[in-house]
Structure formats: structure tokens, C-alpha cells
């Protein structure tokens, strides 16, 4: 499929266009963000550029729930653009900080790579921030968003990051993550979008005309979900009602209490770009295994020794192979998330694919965590200033996917 927007090469050789919001007629309906797919880590990343003076390109892991983006300090110092935010300021105090550093002067952050669990108090800064847009023509070109909030941190973080990662962008519900500060800069609702897959996906915030950058019209296919909040308010990571699990159309007999988030936070299903795979808490997955084996044995599937990390393995030397369907119920039994083949099953062998459900322990906090490839190719879009969750299940059911976001070579984020 031909490229749909054509992006203007690399630093330095596109023309930087600036805006405000008083701008009106000139603003960008809609940000893009290239996302690839690290295959060692299984991570997702996107790329930004930084800097007033001398734009540098910044490869960063994307962390749907995170609250903000953190980047090496070793890589950003060099920025003269670069300012370092007051303690008890207002844009500190948006941060939520955790205190004050160097002398009780500069807004502390603290930072956490999920991977690793590793902590570190970094110190919030500000600096310009590039992205591409898209235009009514829907050809591409470069918004800059200047004073960007982000955490200036330690190297010691990016243990575990994908190669070449210099931090984590942070999309989650909070005043200072990349979906907030691009509404408060170019007058977007507080919505964005993304599109994984296993090798190009998409970030888009704004607007919604990136449906029609795929090769079919998805929006009629979309249904919507609420997204949940804590009692104590707005959760920043994406947490949604299951309401039950079904098995080809069969639902299970699961205890209903844990499929709902406690008082304390506890329970519930959240969607995160962290898990690779989706986990479960161990009692609902038991249930869930021993029914999608029962119904395996039920289609002529073979079971196999199964291979880490995955607990549950078939042969894939059966013709005409099938596997069962799997339905996340929502707010009703018309509303659910059904996860074909391409997203329940991984194939680790020319002659073994595995199911892509793992037991989360008994101490996972949530009690499903929809990871990654259950999201490749599923278009989910995040309205944050109605709290709904829109989704597609597979893009494959009507012959297109998020690889159809396509970008040129020149403006790859991923050249290494």
C-alpha cells in the first residue's frame, strides 16, 4: 500500500514550523508518532526531537500509563534551551512532585522504569519538543511545542530499556504527560489513539481524521467503553469494566468480585504497552486455561509441552487449524472485546504456537492486565475529557492494519 503521509526528511532538512494556539486556522488537526516494535525486549518505541538551537532526536519506550516523560540527563544537559523548574512553582506543582532538590530550589520527580522496577528522584525541566503532524492534506511536516514539562533523570534507569532508549514517554491521565500538554498547546481534546503492531504502529493525538489514514473506514466498527476511576478520583493508568470472560461464546465461572477494583485499588482490568503479554491474577487464570484447553481439545487442537514463558502450548501441525475465541465482556453482553487468533495465540515454532495469557501471581495488583499482543492491531482511542475507551478488536476483520500507518524512510524514528 502506497504511503499515505509523506513526511519531510530528518534534522536538519525539514523547515521547523512553530505555532500557537492564536494561530487558529494553521493548527495541526492532529499529532503522529511513528511506533516500532523493539523485537528483544518486546517494547514499543517512538521518537521525539528536542532542543531549541540544535534539534536532537530522543528515542523513548512508550508507557500508555505513565505520567510523564523522563529522559536521561547525560543525553539532555547539553540543551542551552534547557530550564530546570522551580520548587513550589505552578508547572511544579501540576507535576505533583515529590519533593524538592538541589537545595530545596529545583521540583523533584520521582521516575520508575517498570522493566527494572528502579526508582530515582530526577528534577522536572522544561525544553522544546518536536513531533509531526498531520494537516487537512494529510501530508506531514513539524509542530514544535515549547516549554515541554518532562523529568530530567539518571542513566541508572535505563537498564532494561530497548537499545538506543534514552526514557520512557509517558501517556497516562495526568497534567503533564504527552496527551495534556498537547491539548494545552495546539487546543486539542484530551483524546489520542494508538495503533501497535508488530513492527509499525502509531501514536496519534487530536482530532480524528488518522481514520481515514488506513486503508479501510474503521470508525462504524468502533464500540466504546467507559474508563474507570479509583474512589479516591482520576486514575492516570487506563483501567476498563470487565465484566466477564468468555470462551467460544461459553462464559466462565470466575469470581466476579475480583473483576472489579476494590476501594484500595486493587482488581479491575487495565490495559498497558509494559506487559508484552497479557496476565492474569492466578485463581482467574486456572479457570481461564483449563476452559480454553477443554475447548481446544474440542476443535482437534494437540496439546505440547509448553515453552516458557507460556503455560499453555499446541501443535500447529493440525489442518485446518482453529482455535477458540476469546470475549472480554464490558457494560453489557452487546459491548465486548473479542481476541482472535492473531492476539490469543504466539507462534514460537514452525511447529508450536502457545497461548499468549500468563499468570500474573496471586499479588498482581490488577486483576487482568491486557498487555501488547493482545493490542497489536486493534485501534484503541482514549478520550480523557469523557473518560471512554473506543476499540475495534482486529483490524485484520475488515483487511487492514496498524502497519497501514506508514511513514517514509527518511523520517524513521528507528534508524540505529
Not at 530522543?58 to 547539553?78: E, M, R
Not at 461459553?250 to 490495559?271: A, C, P, Q, R
Request: with cysteine; net charge neutral; hydrophobic share 40%.
Amino acid at each position: 500500500m502506497a504511503s499515505l503521509v509523506q513526511f519531510l526528511p530528518l534534522f536538519p532538512f525539514f523547515f521547523l514550523i512553530s505555532f500557537s494556539v492564536s494561530h487558529g486556522p494553521f493548527l495541526p488537526k492532529a499529532i503522529i508518532l511513528p511506533v516500532n516494535k523493539d523485537p528483544s525486549t518486546f517494547q514499543y518505541v517512538t521518537q521525539l526531537y528536542m532542543g531549541a538551537n540544535h534539534l536532537a532526536p530522543i528515542k523513548l519506550v512508550v508507557n500508555l500509563g505513565g505520567s510523564f516523560l523522563w529522559a536521561d540527563c547525560g543525553l539532555t544537559s547539553d540543551s542551552s534551551s534547557q530550564k530546570l523548574v522551580p520548587c513550589n512553582s505552578l508547572k511544579c506543582s501540576m507535576a505533583k512532585p515529590n519533593g524538592c532538590t538541589n537545595d530545596n530550589k529545583i521540583c523533584g520527580l520521582k521516575s520508575e522504569n517498570p522493566f527494572t522496577r528502579l526508582a530515582a528522584t530526577g528534577e522536572l525541566a522544561e525544553d522544546m519538543f518536536a513531533v509531526e503532524f498531520i494537516d487537512e492534506l494529510k501530508t506531514g511536516s513539524v509542530a514544535s511545542i515549547h516549554q515541554f514539562l518532562f523529568s530530567c533523570t539518571s542513566s541508572t534507569l535505563l537498564q532494561g530499556l530497548a537499545r538506543g532508549a534514552k526514557g520512557m514517554l509517558g501517556l497516562g491521565n495526568s497534567r503533564i504527560a504527552l496527551p495534556s500538554q498537547l491539548s494545552d498547546t495546539f487546543g486539542f481534546q484530551r483524546k489520542f489513539a494508538i495503533c501497535l503492531s508488530s513492527s509499525n504502529g502509531a501514536i496519534i493525538s487530536g482530532e480524528s481524521p488518522y481514520l481515514s489514514l488506513l486503508s479501510h473506514d474503521v470508525s462504524r466498527s468502533m464500540l466504546y467503553t467507559p474508563l474507570i476511576s479509583s474512589r479516591d478520583g482520576v486514575l492516570e493508568e487506563y483501567y476498563i469494566n470487565v465484566k466477564s470472560l468468555k470462551i467460544n461464546g461459553k462464559k466462565l465461572s470466575l469470581n466476579t468480585s475480583l473483576l472489579t477494583m476494590d476501594g484500595e485499588g486493587h482488581g479491575g482490568t487495565k490495559i498497558s504497552t509494559i506487559s508484552p503479554f497479557t496476565t492474569m491474577k492466578t485463581s482467574i487464570y486456572k479457570t481461564f486455561v483449563e476452559s480454553y484447553e477443554r475447548f481446544g481439545f474440542s476443535m482437534g487442537l494437540t496439546k505440547v509441552e509448553p515453552i516458557a514463558p507460556f503455560g499453555l502450548c499446541f501443535s500447529t501441525k493440525v489442518e485446518g487449524l482453529n482455535v477458540p475465541s476469546i470475549d472480554l465482556v464490558l457494560q453489557s453482553e452487546m459491548v465486548k472485546w473479542r481476541i482472535y487468533e492473531s492476539n490469543s495465540m504466539v507462534k514460537v515454532s514452525d511447529e508450536v504456537m502457545c497461548l499468549g495469557f500468563l499468570d500474573g501471581g496471586v499479588n498482581q495488583k490488577a486483576s487482568i492486565v491486557i498487555g501488547g499482543h493482545q493490542l497489536e492491531d486493534n485501534l484503541l482511542e482514549f478520550n480523557l475529557g469523557t473518560s471512554m475507551l473506543g476499540f475495534t478488536s482486529s483490524l485484520a476483520m475488515v483487511e487492514t492494519s496498524c502497519s497501514d500507518f506508514m511513514f517514509s524512510k527518511d523520517s524513521s524514528a528507528f534508524d540505529t
